[in-house]
């Protein structure tokens, strides 16, 4: 389960291909040094986005997986 303390970097970590799901909310620089020191919350904050919707996207794709 993605929680909004997590990292960009650590999501990644858990599959590389969920890259659209970021990159569908503006977040396009997954593997820069923000995206292994900020938590989704932070990086949301910064982008302009809920990040209630971004963790809604994330888990959606990793339930899809199973």
Known sequence: MITPDMSIASVMRLDPEVAPVFMSFGMHCLYCPHASAESLAEASK??????NDLVKALNAYFNGKK
Do not use: A
């Not at 910064?46 to 990040?51: A, F, K, L, T, Y």
């Open 46 to 51: 910064v982008h302009g986005i809920d990040v």
